[in-house]
């Protein structure tokens, strides 16, 4: 059997698209039943196409790791290496100044900066990014930006399935330098298709990641179109990080509209279903993977979810910096003061996603251990199953994560199924509830523990 079986059929499939991209006979890309992209494998498949497509699947063990890659691309001895941040040349948190841009971003906007830039240094000639689809059914999709105001039309995160076989297909087919924008596991899959395909290899030039937390089906979206009020089928557009004046950035708000022209405005902290911490809808290979900040990336842009920066309302990013180019870029950027930047510790760096990290090391390291009872396959990691040295109520928030993520997955499929959305709440309520009392308890914990 194929370990690309094992990869789809263990739930580690991302639906990146890189296998179809690189054996379309063998392989495709579908909307499951989750709405979530998921590779198939086709009838007759061959075997070496198979094998072809393992050497880019981002789960699978037949190519280079994170380090191995990183090692392979980034001159080690022009900078530092951490754990977790990866090599970084430097480490900030910051914004662009230009307050009018800031508005339309959804951290910092640092990677429209950077991205803006490429293009306006002509060290690239396009910027592969994601942008609004027209395609029937599906929002947000992998497109091209040729300019400065296109890619800033693009900006804001998108938590949304995507895949990238199109527009490699399309970088194969017409010359051009193009920069390929990500989060981690796209980074990583666009680097190893790279090794495989030198046409793909001499045009992307440039590798710019998000850090990552999780990606969501489109039932997220959906979700958050029936907390409008809305048809979910009748959604035209959705923003997952609007920006209040008023508010803390880490409190932003959710914009959604439909074809009709209504439009609503949603406060996230308020809106059931969208703490990240539960998890809802989220992909099980999320809860398989150890890259948070993309350490293949040649700069990997986060949310600066320190205290010190959440206080203002127009965002900050976390921005790990691996490229030399790059690095002159921002270093410009400084001096021009069109970016207002303070030096970041790799231990800051790595509090910023504080709650990733734990879930995607001591977390992960429970669930291969899991996995690994049930004798079930597991993509190898950098991160050991055990769980040994886990605190008993951290091993059950963990656990409870799982059956949170499946729970809210079977359940908004059957409410989409009867166009019973009224139903979610009911059948999450106590799901809901439980994870919450967990949390609670974790914190009278730390409180007794700090007081005694
Ligand atoms: C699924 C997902 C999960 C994330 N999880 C975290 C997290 O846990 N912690 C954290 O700190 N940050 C996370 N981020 C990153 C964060 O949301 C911001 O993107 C980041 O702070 C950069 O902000 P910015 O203002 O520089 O980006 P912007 O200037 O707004 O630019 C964003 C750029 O990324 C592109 N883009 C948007 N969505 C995607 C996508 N799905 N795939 C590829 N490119 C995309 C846009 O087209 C645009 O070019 C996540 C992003 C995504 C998409
Ligand atoms: S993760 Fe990507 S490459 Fe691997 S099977 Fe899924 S779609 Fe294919
Ligand atoms: S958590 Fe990992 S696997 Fe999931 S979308 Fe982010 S980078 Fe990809």
Known sequence: ?????????????????????????????????????????????????????????????????????????????????????????????????????????????????????????????????????????????????????????????????????????????????????????????????????????????????????????????????????????????????????????????????????????LVARETPGTNWGLGFFKYEACDYCDDIFAETADIAVGDAWLKDYTNDSQGNSVVVVRNKTIQTILNEGIEAGNLEFNELTAEEALMSQGGGFRHRRTGLGDRLLLKQKRTEWVPKKRVDAVSVKIPLLRKLIYRYRIYLREKSADIWRDCSKSLDYAAFDRRMKWPTNGYSMLIKLGVQIRKYRQGS
Not at 37 to 43: A, C, D, P, V
Not at 137 to 161: C, D, H, I, M, N
């Open 1 to 265: 059997m194929s370990e690309l079986k094992n990869v789809i059929d263990g739930g580690y499939c991302i639906g990146c698209g890189a296998c179809s991209y690189t054996s379309r006979d063998s392989v495709e890309i579908v909307e499951d039943e989750y709405r979530q992209y998921q590779g198939r494998i086709k009838l007759g498949a061959k075997s070496a196409d198979l094998d072809k497509a393992l050497e880019v699947c981002p789960f699978s063990n037949k190519g280079p790791n994170e380090d191995e890659i990183s090692q392979n691309v980034f001159n080690y001895s022009e900078g530092s290496y951490t754990e977790v941040v990866g090599f970084h040349r430097a480490l900030y948190a910051g914004h662009v100044s230009e307050e009018a841009l800031r508005t339309k971003v959804t951290s910092g906007g640092i990677l429209t900066y950077t991205l803006s830039e490429l293009l306006k240094r002509d060290l690239v000639d396009a910027v592969v990014h994601i942008k609004t689809s027209e395609k029937t059914g599906t929002l947000f999709e992998y497109g091209f930006s040729r300019t400065p105001e296109e890619v800033v039309q693009g900006a804001k995160s998108r938590y949304y399935p995507i895949e990238l076989s199109e527009v490699m297909d399309f970088i194969r087919k017409n010359d051009g330098r193009y920069a390929f924008v990500g989060i981690p596991c796209f980074i990583k899959t666009a680097r190893r298709m790279c090794r495989q395909d030198k046409v793909l290899a001499e045009r992307i030039h440039f590798f710019v990641g998000l850090v990552c937390g999780h990606l969501k089906s489109k039932a997220y979206a959906d979700m958050l179109a029936w907390r409008a009020g809305f048809d979910p089928a009748e959604m035209k557009t959705i923003d997952f990080r609007h920006k209040f004046k008023d508010r803390n950035s880490d409190d932003y708000g959710i914009c959604v509209e439909d074809i009709n022209g209504n439009k609503k405005e």
